[in-house]
């Protein structure tokens, strides 16, 4: 029988008139795996502050293992979070840092902090200062610090993100060490090919909202369907307009592209329209990634109405 560990009801954040993340609900089992995917700016990293009591909710509950993190802060002890970029204390040491920042958790035995480092290849490090790591290494030590404290909930904010080749599988291994032992995981990454791992749920967001919440296997059922063409313009309603009215082909609207399904002669031509038209296209494909691909398919056909102002500019 699983155990709920996590539940968001309802969560936004408003700081000074504006949503970081807005009427946010999911929940997760002790255990699973979380993806959460979306542009830079749409309410990721947001997310897991306000998860990790880092950001004041606005509205709405956090409930950890049933205990609602406002009235029972105590909780939050059993949460852990890696940011990215990690913040540290740039002139004291590694280990400085680790047994300091590691202090409440009463997981700051030195033994402990060693093993938690040789995990991540920076056991070698540990008496250097943090003003002289590189960013991956930061990055490593941020992780080896989540791990250290042994969690019930590991946040994970772009957990690969620009670490080398020989780093990444000793990340991935952690974490499904991890959750082996029952911690359950959220991860964040702005694209799906960057998360090395099967997750058990996908969370897409846009516009600091949860556009949509998949399983394992409803994600791989929607990335497999069909895949756009597309023309990134400045006005991609009026150019949606032309191209349905001009080629009779259905389209949909994807931050500043334009998508439809068409093969590379149409493709072509379209462009090709559109600089007749005198219409700059900045850059004209198809979606290869398969988070750009999942949008895609989640986003809705094109309604056109009225663009007599775009028409005009």
């Given at each position: 029988?699983?155990e709920n560990?996590?539940?968001?009801?309802?969560?936004?954040?408003?700081?000074?008139?504006?949503?970081?993340v807005?009427?946010?609900?999911?929940?997760?089992?002790?255990?699973?795996?979380?993806?959460?995917?979306?542009?830079?700016?749409?309410?990721?990293t947001?997310?897991?502050k306000?998860?990790?009591?880092?950001?004041?909710?606005?509205?709405?509950?956090?409930?950890?293992e049933?205990?609602d993190i406002?009235?029972?802060?105590?909780?939050?002890?059993?949460?852990?979070?890696?940011?990215?970029p990690?913040?540290f204390?740039?002139?004291?040491?590694?280990?400085?840092?680790?047994?300091?920042?590691?202090?409440?958790s009463?997981?700051n035995?030195?033994?402990?902090?060693?093993?938690?480092?040789?995990?991540?290849?920076l056991?070698?490090?540990?008496n250097?200062?943090?003003?002289?790591?590189?960013?991956?290494?930061?990055?490593l030590?941020?992780?080896?610090?989540g791990?250290?404290?042994?969690?019930?909930?590991?946040?994970l904010d772009?957990?690969?993100?620009?670490?080398?080749?020989?780093?990444?599988?000793n990340?991935?291994n952690?974490?499904?060490?991890?959750?082996?032992?029952g911690?359950?995981?959220i991860?964040?990454?702005t694209?799906?090919?960057?998360i090395k791992?099967?997750?058990?749920?996908?969370?897409f967001?846009?516009?600091?909202?949860?556009?949509?919440?998949?399983?394992?296997?409803?994600?791989?059922?929607?990335?497999?369907?069909?895949t756009?063409a597309?023309?990134?313009?400045?006005?991609?309603?009026?150019?949606?307009?032309?191209?349905?009215?001009?080629?009779?082909?259905?389209v949909?609207?994807?931050?500043?592209?334009?998508?439809f399904e068409?093969?590379?002669?149409?493709?072509?031509?379209?462009?090709?329209?559109?600089?007749?038209?005198?219409?700059?296209?900045?850059?004209?494909?198809?979606?290869?990634?398969k988070?750009e691909?999942?949008?895609a398919?989640?986003?809705?056909?094109?309604?056109?109405?009225?663009?007599?102002?775009?028409e005009?500019?």
């Amino acid at each position: 029988m699983s155990e709920n560990l996590l539940n968001v009801k309802n969560m936004s954040v408003l700081i000074k008139d504006r949503f970081l993340v807005k009427n946010i609900s999911f929940s997760m089992e002790k255990g699973e795996c979380v993806a959460v995917i979306g542009e830079d700016k749409s309410g990721k990293t947001s997310l897991i502050k306000a998860i990790s009591g880092s950001l004041p909710i606005s509205a709405g509950q956090v409930f950890i293992e049933n205990h609602d993190i406002f009235f029972d802060k105590k909780i939050l002890s059993k949460v852990s979070t890696c940011f990215d970029p990690p913040i540290f204390f740039k002139y004291q040491t590694v280990m400085e840092n680790m047994q300091y920042l590691s202090t409440l958790s009463e997981a700051n035995d030195k033994l402990e902090i060693i093993k938690a480092l040789e995990k991540f290849n920076l056991a070698h490090k540990m008496n250097t200062k943090v003003k002289k790591l590189t960013y991956f290494e930061k990055k490593l030590m941020s992780l080896a610090l989540g791990f250290l404290t042994k969690p019930h909930l590991i946040l994970l904010d772009e957990p690969f993100k620009n670490l080398p080749p020989e780093n990444l599988e000793n990340v991935k291994n952690a974490i499904e060490k991890i959750r082996q032992n029952g911690t359950s995981v959220i991860l964040t990454s702005t694209c799906l090919e960057n998360i090395k791992l099967d997750c058990d749920k996908y969370i897409f967001m846009e516009d600091r909202e949860i556009k949509k919440l998949l399983s394992r296997e409803e994600m791989e059922k929607i990335a497999e369907g069909p895949t756009y063409a597309f023309v990134k313009v400045k006005y991609p309603h009026y150019v949606g307009k032309l191209i349905m009215q001009n080629f009779s082909l259905p389209v949909k609207i994807l931050d500043k592209r334009v998508l439809f399904e068409s093969d590379e002669d149409v493709t072509s031509k379209i462009v090709q329209f559109l600089s007749e038209k005198k219409l700059s296209v900045y850059r004209a494909g198809f979606l290869s990634k398969k988070a750009e691909k999942v949008f895609a398919n989640l986003t809705p056909y094109f309604k056109p109405e009225p663009l007599e102002k775009e028409e005009d500019a």
